[in-house]
C-alpha cells in the first residue's frame, strides 16, 4: 500500500516537473563539456510594446573559466547569435563585473563558477496576447583552463504573450534581476583622462568615491587595446576620488588615443561604469598619496585585534636586535635604583613617558606623511640620510658616556637648576626616546599587521594602536619597576655598576658603527668623509666637555661648552644637504649584503611575471640596509648553505627589493600585501598564482620548505 503510494507520489513530482519544463518561461539546459547553460526570463510573460529581460546562465566546471567582453590578452568573449520571431530584437549583452585571470605573464578577464548574463528583449506593439513565441540563442562560449575549449550550447526559451501587467518569474525571475541590479553602472562618475605612449592616467570622482582610499582600485577597459593588461594599475588617492595610472597597451603605444575611454572601475566590491574624455585631472582626484592596504585577511578583529597584535609586537620588540643596546642601558639604570622602590617606579614611569611620546610623535609624522601623499611607511625616518647621520652621532655620544669620557647627569645639573631638579629622570625620559628612533628599523612579529591595520584607520584609531605598541616595548620594564620582589633580586649597588657601565658602552658603539655603515650607503664616499669628520669632532669635544667637569675654573668650562654648540652647528651644516638629496643612488645596496653564495637581482613585477611564466619559483626579499632584522635574517637563513642548495635545487631566484632609500614602487608592493615596512618576504610557486608570505624571522629550514612547496605549486 505504501509503495503504491510513493509510485504515485513519485510520478505525480515527475509529471509536474516536466510540465513546469515545458511551461512558458521555462527551457532545458544544455551541458557543453564544461559548462551547464540555461536561458532563462526575468518575467513569467511578455507583454507587447515592451522589453523583457532573458538570460543566459553558466555553470563553469571549477577549474574552467569563460571571458568577459574585453578578454584581456588572449581568450574570446561569449557570444549570442538570436532567432526571433518576426518584429522581436535583442540588445546587448549585460555584463557582469568580470575578475582579473592572471595565467603567466598573461592577464586575461572573465567568470570562474556561474555567471548570469541578461539580454534585453523587445516585443513588438503587434505581439498577439495568447500566443507563445519560441526565442532561440545559439551561444559560442571560449572555455579555459590549463587548455582552451570552444563550446557550443543551443538554447531555447517559450514565451506566452499577454496583454497584463508581467509578473516575476517564480523560479528565475530573481536571479535575473539580481544579475541586472549587481551590473556596473555609471553611478554619475565624471571621469577624465590623459594618454600618452607610455601609460593612461584615468582621474575619476563622484559621489561613491568621496572621501575614500580603494588601495586595490582597478580599471577594466572595454577597449582590449588600451593598456598593458598585466602591467600594475599605481592608485592615487583624492579627497573627491582618486587616479590610476596604467601601463600602455598596444593602441597607446602606435599613437592612437582614443576620443573616449569607456569601461568598469571597481573598488572593492562595488563596480562602475565609466566613461572618461581628455582633460585635465579634476583636483580632488588626487594629492593623498598610495592608499593605505586594506586590512589583511586574517586580521578580521579589526582594531581591537590591531591594538592586542601591537601590544604583542612591542613586547617581543624588546627581543629585536636594534632595541637591545638601548634597553641595556634601562637594565643598568633600573639596577641602580633596584632597593629603592620609590626612585625605582619613578624611573621606570619616566621611561615609559619617553617610549609613548615619541612612538605618537613617529606615528603622527608618518600618518600626516601619508596624508600628503608620501609613499613612506615604518622606519621611514631611516631613509633620511641625515637623520642616520645624526642618529650615529648620538650613539656615538651616548657610548662616550657611558665609557666616562664625560658625565652627562653632573653636568646637567650644573647647566640649569630647572634640568637639575629633574635629576635622572631626563636620563629615563631620553632611553625612552632613544629606544622607540632605535627601534624601528625592526618589525616584530604581530607588529607588521597591526601598523598594517594602523594606516587604514582614522588618525585616533590609529595612534590608539601606535600607543598600545608603545606600551608593549615599555611593559617589561615599567613592570619591574613597580614590582618590590624583583628589584630586590637585584645585587646591591657598589663598584661592579661602574664596570657594567663601562661593558655597556661597547653595544652603543656598536650601534654607532651599524648606523655609519647604514650611511655609506644611502651617502656615499663623500658623504661617510664628512661623517667620520663630525664623528671625531664630536668625540674631541665630548673629551673636552669631560675634561671641563673636572676642573673647577668657570671659563674652562664656559669653552667647552661653546665648542660643543659649535660642533652642533658644523654638524648640521653637514647633514642639511645630505637631506636635500645628497644620497647616492643604491639600488641593489642590500643585495650586496647578502652572501655571494646566494645570487640575486633586483626585484620588479614584470621579472617576477616573466620568471614564473618560464616555471621557475621566486623568492622575493623586500629588505633595507638600516633594518636590522632583515640583515639579521640574511646571515642566520637567506646565507646559509641548506638555503642555497634549496635554491639550486628548485631552480629558483632569488630578488632583492631594495627599501634602503625611498622607493614608491617598492612602498606600493608593501602596502598591497598590508605591510608599512619591511621586512617581507613573498615566494612565489612556479605554476604561478599569489605568493605565500614568510614570517618575518627567518629560520633555514622555513626558507628551504617554503622553496621546496613553491615548486609544487
Not at 625605582?344 to 611620546?357: D, H, K, M, N, P
Not at 611593559?475 to 628589584?487: D, K, M, R, T
Request: charged letters at 10%.
Amino acid at each position: 500500500m505504501i509503495a503504491r503510494l510513493s509510485r504515485r507520489l513519485l510520478g505525480g513530482l515527475a509529471a509536474a516537473l516536466g510540465l513546469a519544463a515545458a511551461a512558458p518561461g521555462f527551457a532545458a539546459p544544455v551541458n557543453t563539456g564544461h559548462i551547464q547553460a540555461d536561458l532563462i526570463a526575468q518575467d513569467s510573460w511578455a507583454v507587447p510594446g515592451s522589453t523583457v529581460y532573458v538570460a543566459v546562465t553558466q555553470k563553469i566546471e571549477k577549474g574552467w573559466h569563460t571571458y568577459w567582453r574585453n578578454s584581456g590578452d588572449s581568450g574570446e568573449a561569449t557570444s549570442i547569435a538570436w532567432t526571433l520571431p518576426s518584429g522581436w530584437s535583442a540588445g546587448d549583452i549585460v555584463w557582469a563585473t568580470p575578475h582579473r585571470q592572471p595565467t603567466g605573464p598573461l592577464m586575461n578577464y572573465g567568470y570562474a563558477d556561474t555567471v548570469v548574463l541578461p539580454v534585453p528583449i523587445q516585443v513588438p506593439a503587434g505581439a498577439k496576447p495568447g500566443e507563445t513565441v519560441t526565442l532561440k540563442a545559439d551561444v559560442t562560449f571560449l572555455v579555459c583552463a590549463d587548455i582552451c575549449i570552444p563550446e557550443n550550447a543551443k538554447l531555447d526559451l517559450a514565451v506566452e504573450v499577454r496583454d497584463e501587467a508581467p509578473e516575476p518569474n517564480w523560479r528565475t525571475g530573481r536571479t535575473v534581476a539580481d544579475a541586472l541590479a549587481a551590473a556596473p553602472k555609471p553611478a554619475g562618475l565624471d571621469a577624465v583622462f590623459q594618454a600618452s605612449e607610455t601609460g593612461l592616467k584615468l582621474a575619476v570622482i563622484g559621489g561613491p568615491l568621496k572621501g575614500g582610499q580603494f588601495p586595490d582600485a582597478y580599471f577594466f577597459p572595454f577597449d582590449g587595446t588600451l593598456i598593458d593588461h598585466p602591467g600594475k594599475q599605481t592608485v592615487e588617492a583624492g579627497p573627491d576620488g582618486l587616479t590610476l595610472t596604467i601601463p600602455a597597451g598596444i593602441a597607446l603605444k602606435s599613437g592612437q588615443v582614443p576620443e573616449v575611454v569607456e569601461g568598469v572601475l571597481t573598488i572593492g566590491d562595488q563596480a562602475f561604469e565609466v566613461s572618461a574624455k581628455p582633460g585635465q585631472p579634476p583636483v580632488g582626484a588626487a594629492g593623498l598619496g598610495v592608499p593605505a592596504a586594506r586590512a589583511p585577511s586574517g586580521d578580521g578583529g579589526g582594531v581591537p585585534l590591531a591594538i592586542l597584535f601591537a601590544f604583542l609586537g612591542g613586547l617581543i620588540l624588546n627581543l629585536m636586535p636594534c632595541v637591545f643596546p638601548v634597553l641595556s642601558m634601562k637594565a643598568a639604570s633600573l639596577a641602580g635604583h633596584a632597593h629603592d622602590a620609590r626612585e625605582a617606579r619613578t624611573q621606570g614611569l619616566a621611561f615609559l613617558a619617553g617610549v609613548l611620546v615619541t612612538f605618537l610623535a613617529l606615528a603622527g609624522a608618518l600618518i600626516a606623511a601619508r596624508a600628503a601623499g608620501q609613499a613612506v611607511g615604518w622606519g621611514f625616518q631611516l631613509q633620511s640620510p641625515a637623520v642616520v647621520g645624526v642618529l650615529s652621532l648620538v650613539m656615538l655620544l651616548t657610548a662616550l658616556n657611558l665609557s666616562g669620557v664625560f658625565e652627562v647627569g653632573t653636568s646637567v645639573q650644573g647647566a640649569g637648576q630647572g634640568l637639575a631638579s629633574r635629576g635622572g629622570l631626563a636620563g629615563s625620559f631620553f632611553t625612552g626616546v632613544l629606544a622607540v628612533i632605535v627601534a624601528a628599523p625592526c618589525t616584530a612579529p604581530f607588529m607588521a599587521p597591526a601598523i598594517g591595520v594602523a594606516l587604514t584607520q582614522p588618525a585616533l584609531g590609529s595612534l590608539a594602536i601606535f600607543l598600545f605598541l608603545g606600551l608593549g616595548l615599555a611593559a617589561p620594564y615599567v613592570a619591574i619597576s613597580f614590582s618590590p620582589a624583583l628589584l630586590r633580586r637585584f645585587p646591591k649597588p657598589g663598584p661592579w655598576m661602574d664596570v657594567l657601565k663601562k661593558v655597556l658602552a661597547f653595544p652603543m658603539y656598536g650601534a654607532a658603527a651599524w648606523l655609519v655603515w647604514v650611511f655609506s650607503l644611502q651617502a656615499g664616499s663623500t658623504g661617510l668623509a664628512a661623517l667620520l669628520a663630525c664623528g671625531l669632532v664630536v668625540a674631541f669635544v665630548a673629551w673636552l666637555f669631560g675634561l671641563s667637569q673636572r676642573q673647577t675654573a668657570p671659563r674652562t668650562r664656559w669653552l667647552a661648552g661653546g665648542a660643543a654648540i659649535l660642533t652642533a652647528v658644523g654638524v648640521v651644516a653637514v647633514m642639511i644637504p645630505l637631506a636635500k638629496g645628497g644620497a647616492a643612488p643604491t639600488s641593489g645596496s642590500a643585495a650586496a649584503v647578502t652572501s655571494a653564495e646566494l645570487p640575486s637581482e633586483p626585484w620588479s613585477p614584470e621579472r617576477v611575471a616573466a620568471l614564473q611564466a618560464e616555471g621557475r619559483p621566486v623568492f622575493v626579499n623586500f629588505t633595507a640596509a638600516w633594518c636590522v632584522t632583515c640583515q639579521v635574517n640574511d646571515k642566520v637563513a637567506l646565507s646559509t648553505q641548506p638555503v642555497v642548495d634549496a635554491f639550486k635545487a628548485a631552480d629558483a631566484v632569488y630578488m632583492v627589493a631594495d627599501w634602503t632609500n625611498r622607493d614608491a614602487k617598492i612602498a606600493q608592493a608593501l602596502s598591497d600585501h598590508g605591510r608599512a615596512g619591511v621586512p617581507l618576504y613573498l615566494v612565489y610557486g612556479a605554476k604561478g598564482g599569489d605568493a605565500v608570505i614568510l614570517p618575518q624571522l627567518l629560520t633555514p629550514g622555513a626558507v628551504t620548505e617554503a622553496i621546496e612547496a613553491a615548486t609544487l605549486r
